[in-house]
């Protein structure tokens, strides 16, 4: 079969040493600490400039019922438009005022802040996302700014095919139907949700029980009141999920179909994936890794496009940090002359590796997934993130120490017991150009 005999020479062709994995940033694996009762996260980085934080609060999409989709993210949108300080501004003029910046994501059980600033600004900006997560203001006005900056935000992804085809497989993939709603909600979902719903779901679900801090960065002019204070800004308590459960797909042929104002198709399909707590994490990023490399030889991306933009247009991405975990493969027909072609090879090549023995080394594959690791890994915001998620996940939040060790201890055998495990039938986005038929 030449699909198999070309699978089989990508892996068995002369590779190199896996060296990658001693190029890690200097991290220092992070300290966990329990302050006041909330659990503290701290990555001490003398050469770093800023210090970075982040707030994790148990108040989600999975604390939504169907009927308020939107809700969680308009009272995070609120508290960014809460004024504070002297004189008094929203959250996020205030922060930036002092040369920071605040921001927040929505994910299917979190909320989480992130606060950023030079390491002498830190706990002024600090204070003033505490003074806002303590007492938002829900007056109609603030809500109705809220409201309007997430429409804004909502018009802007639709724009982006990548982000609506994972949003449509991510609601097809939760266990939870609330827990796979759009993260931001809709526009038509924001237009029924007023000042008494973001205070309601506010005084539900902001509370103590399960918020963590994790800071990275020059942290010392940043006491341990000053990060527990965040926490210690909500009441005590704790809060449950909102069960709704959903319909699994069905079926040979899972397909998602959507159409925008863009361009060219999108291919997306989307497989599940283990957590960062299982013995198959390791091996299933040097998969990943595998993928990226197959996936972008079978496209023949041209050479004229930059390394990023081809990276966001053809790939595979291991998605580890979001609940649940999978494993994400895509095309972009703007780049491609036949895309559903190429797309049909990358996961006929998906088939084949779960199927067919594999032969030589992997060095240069795990090589290629410690560096990527590696290098998401830079940034503050990503770091204090990754402390959160395996810190939750497993015993220990030290995230790239565990990571570069399962991705050294993986063996061929594992790499083909976790595609033949996990990469079965996916489902699949395709996000079209308005007008496209599904014959094109």
């Known amino acids: 079969m030449n699909l198999a005999r070309c699978a ?260 997306i399909a989307q497989y599940p994936a283990p957590k960062v707590d299982s013995r198959d994490f390791g091996a299933m990023l040097v998969l990943a890794a595998f993928l990226r490399r197959t996936i972008s030889d079978i496209a023949q991306v041209p050479g004229v496009v930059s390394p990023t933009f081809a990276s966001r247009s053809v790939g595979a991405v291991y998605v580890y940090d979001r609940v649940p975990s999978s494993l994400v493969i895509y095309v972009n027909g703007g780049l491609i002359g036949n895309p559903s072609r190429t797309f049909a090879t990358a996961l006929s090549v998906v088939n084949v590796l779960a199927a067919t023995t594999l032969q030589g080394s992997i060095d240069e594959f795990k090589a290629a997934a410690a560096g990527d690791f590696a290098d998401n890994a830079t940034t503050l915001e990503t770091r204090t993130w990754l402390a959160a998620v395996f810190s939750r996940e497993s015993t220990s939040p030290d995230f790239i120490n565990r990571a570069l060790a399962a991705i050294s201890a993986t063996t061929p055998a594992d790499v083909q017991r976790v595609a033949r495990t996990y990469l079965g039938n996916p489902t699949i986005a395709l996000v079209l150009p308005r007008g496209t038929n599904l014959q094109d």
């Open 8 to 267: 089989a020479a990508v892996l068995t062709v002369a590779l190199l040493p896996i060296t990658l994995l001693g190029a890690a940033p200097a991290i220092l694996p992070p300290s966990t600490d329990t302050i006041a009762g909330t659990t503290v996260l701290q990555q001490l980085d003398s050469a770093a400039s800023l210090a970075g934080v982040t707030l994790v609060v148990r108040a989600g999409l999975d604390r939504q019922t169907m009927k308020q989709n939107g809700v969680a993210a308009l009272v995070a949108e609120t508290i960014m438009k809460t004024p504070v300080g002297m004189p008094a501004m929203p959250l996020e003029d205030a922060v930036a005022a002092r040369g920071g910046s605040v921001r927040f994501t929505v994910d299917p059980g979190d909320v989480r802040f992130y606060a950023e600033a030079l390491a002498a600004d830190a706990p002024a900006v600090l204070e003033l996302l505490r003074a806002a997560i303590a007492a938002p203001d829900f007056s109609p006005a603030t809500v109705r700014m809220a409201r309007a900056a997430l429409t804004q935000a909502i018009a802007a992804s639709q724009q982006v095919a990548l982000q609506v085809g994972l949003d449509m497989l991510n609601a097809a993939s939760s266990v939870q139907a609330n827990a796979g709603l759009p993260e931001l909600g809709t526009p038509a979902s924001l237009a029924d949700l007023f000042p008494a719903d973001a205070s309601a779901f506010y005084r539900a679900y902001y509370r103590r029980g399960g918020v963590l801090v994790s800071a990275a960065g020059q942290l010392d002019g940043l006491s341990a009141a000053a990060l527990s204070g965040l926490a210690g800004a909500l009441p005590l308590g704790t809060t449950t999920p909102v069960i709704v459960h959903v319909a699994a797909l069905r079926g040979t042929t899972r397909e998602i179909v959507a159409h925008r104002d863009i361009s060219s198709p999108w291919l």
